[in-house]
């Protein structure tokens, strides 16, 4: 009954996939000469996700089960270590759909790009961010975060900018009350935390 559940959900992720590939832009099909018509009943689509994480084990889950396969996608999984790198691929053509946070749809939006790119699918209802510190705080309060330098990640990022929002929530002020680090690409703070920057970072 379990698996049954899961082939379904796929099956439904799957569809939810391939109708916006259709629908929104010509699809990498296997063709015979002529753009669309397919042979052997399978599609290609490019996906870019913005960070390979845990957050996307359900996806990965998925391919490894072959539940792409059986819906008829031919699904290439592309990483692309941030939003921004994400987004010019799908604007260029390198990748159909792109996993990313919908605040670089409204950057492109705001920029004047006259083909917009459409958000069609709502992967998580939760941030899955972590704030790391150095050691165990089994008493931590986020007004310990003032006066600390804090790796937050990309200017105008989500990642940034829940985290700023927590902040504002816990009585925090973002631009006075601790340093934010946002010279870091999100897909690289980890390594900068690792090697001694900052006394926490969001991950």
Known sequence: MKLMKKKLLAGLLAVA????????????ADT???EGATTGQTTKVVLNEVAHSLFYAPMYVAIEN??????????????GFGADKTMTAVLSGEADI?????ETTVY????GASD???NFAQLTQR??????????????????????DVLGGRDGGMPEM?????????????????NIDKSIDFGSTAAAFSGGQGDYSVE
């Open 17 to 28: 996939m391939v109708v916006p590939v259709l629908s929104g832009c010509g699809c990498k």
């Open 32 to 34: 015979n000469g002529e």
């Open 66 to 79: 072959g539940y792409f396969k059986e819906q008829g996608i031919d699904l290439e999984l592309v990483t």
């Open 98 to 102: 792109g996993f990313m946070g919908p």
């Open 108 to 111: 492109t939006c705001n920029e």
């Open 116 to 118: 917009l790119v459409v």
């Open 127 to 148: 941030a899955g961010n972590f704030l790391v510190g150095r050691e165990a705080d089994d008493a931590f309060s986020w007004e310990k975060l003032k006066g600390k």
């Open 162 to 178: 829940v985290f700023e929002y927590i902040l504002k929530k816990n009585g925090i002020d973002p631009a006075k009350d601790l």
